[in-house]
C-alpha cells in the first residue's frame, strides 16, 4: 500500500485560493488521483478525480468552476487548486489513488494523512 503526502493546506478567508499538493510514490501514468474531504461526523467526499493520462477529470458539483486539479507531467505529484473558497469548503482535504474511476471513497485503498483547510472570516 503506498503513502501519499499532501500538503498546502491553511486558513483563508472567504473568496481566497489555496492550492494543494500530493506526491505519490510511484509513477502518475499508472493511477488515477482523487482529492476528497471530510469534516467531523460526515462521511469523507470526492472533490475531483483526474485519470492516468491527466486528460480527463471529474469535479463535485458544488466545486465546479472554483477547483481545478491537475499534473505534473513525467513527475509524482497531484494539485487543486481551489479558487473562491467559501466557509461549506472547510475540511480535511485527502489525497489518494487507485485503480477505480468515482467519487466514492470505496474506489480508492491508497490514501495521505491529510491537510487541513479552513476558510472562515
Known amino acids: 500500500q503506498m503513502r501519499l503526502v499532501e500538503s498546502g493546506g491553511g486558513f483563508v478567508q472567504p473568496g481566497g485560493s489555496l492550492r494543494l499538493s500530493c506526491v505519490v510514490p510511484?509513477?502518475?501514468?499508472?493511477?488515477?488521483v482523487g482529492w476528497f474531504r471530510q469534516v467531523p461526523g460526515k462521511e469523507r467526499e470526492g472533490v475531483s478525480l483526474?485519470?492516468?493520462?491527466?486528460?480527463?477529470?471529474r469535479y463535485k458539483d458544488s466545486v465546479k468552476g472554483r477547483f481545478s486539479t491537475s499534473r505534473d507531467s513525467g513527475k509524482t505529484t497531484t494539485y487543486l487548486q481551489m479558487n473562491n473558497l467559501k466557509p461549506e469548503d472547510t475540511g480535511t482535504y485527502y489525497c489518494?489513488?487507485?485503480?477505480?474511476?468515482?467519487?466514492?471513497?470505496?474506489?480508492?485503498?491508497?490514501w495521505g494523512q491529510g491537510t487541513q483547510v479552513t476558510v472562515s472570516s
Open positions: 489518494t489513488a487507485g485503480r477505480g474511476w468515482g467519487l466514492d471513497p470505496s474506489f480508492f485503498t491508497n
Open positions: 510511484e509513477p502518475l501514468k499508472y493511477w488515477n
Open positions: 483526474i485519470d492516468v493520462t491527466g486528460d480527463t477529470t
